[in-house]
């Protein structure tokens, strides 16, 4: 049998793994950050937009009916690109945010949460709405009479969660070109708020996606209809 005693001239070694393990991962953290933010800047100069790497934490500020951006604390934006897409002025970032859980023993545990969003304005005000993929909780929700806004097109009320405070303007906004093109893109969360319409995953960007949801934004505003600018007092969204 082995002698107890023996396992703690293990223990350094244990303990220096640990702090290699550890400080590798820091380091590889720390490339893949800094490829990622050579990736952003190269895809910022090939579309004539700005890029800043620096950290920014009044992103909540700036649009504070975007709920993405007021999830759990130590907020920030970082990795920003600038810029005009379609002669609209866009705002592309990486977001932060932290969450805190409690296990059993009340030791508690930080979460960091990262994703990508895109922001356009528009030269027109524009009223809430939010468009989203459906899922099972929707489902569920609808189940017990809680339901989104339906559409005369049934594809679409299946695959899209559609919600707005005036349903007018959801019906005027989603009309079916509107409803086809969406279909047919890349799937991004979408809300409109005051003059400005954001595209957001629950994950970071690949730069590309960064084109798709600013295309995606901008396919939904050229394709408002003319009463509808006229009424929002404007000719082009």
């Known amino acids: 049998m082995r002698d107890p005693s023996a396992f703690p001239s293990f223990l350094p070694l244990i303990i220096a793994a640990f702090v290699v393990l550890v400080v590798g991962s820091m380091i590889l953290s720390r490339i893949q950050a800094r490829k990622r933010q050579e990736a952003l800047a190269a895809f910022a100069g090939r579309n004539g937009l700005a890029f800043d790497p620096e950290t920014y934490r009044d992103f909540r500020d700036r649009w504070p009916d975007f709920k993405c951006l007021s999830q759990g604390e130590n907020r920030y934006a970082y990795n920003v690109l600038s810029g005009p897409w379609r002669n609209r002025p866009l705002t592309g970032f990486d977001y932060h945010y932290e969450t805190t859980t409690t296990d059993s023993k009340g030791e508690q545990q930080t979460h960091h949460h990262h994703f990508s969003a895109v922001v356009i304005s528009s030269s027109v005000p524009l009223r809430p709405l939010t468009i989203r993929a459906e899922n099972v909780f929707d489902k569920v929700a609808g189940f017990f009479g809680k339901e989104d806004i339906n559409f005369e097109s049934a594809e679409f009320n299946r695959k899209f969660f559609v919600s707005s405070t005036d349903r007018r303007w959801a019906y005027d906004v989603l009309h079916t070109r509107t409803m086809e093109f969406l279909m047919a893109s890349p799937r991004f969360a979408i809300q409109f708020s005051g003059d400005c319409v954001m595209a957001w995953k629950d994950s970071t960007f690949k730069p590309e996606d ?23 007092g404007g000719q082009n969204a």
């Open 210 to 232: 960064f084109a798709a949801a600013a295309d995606v934004i901008s396919g939904i505003l050229e394709r408002l209809p003319e009463y509808v600018l006229q009424q929002q």
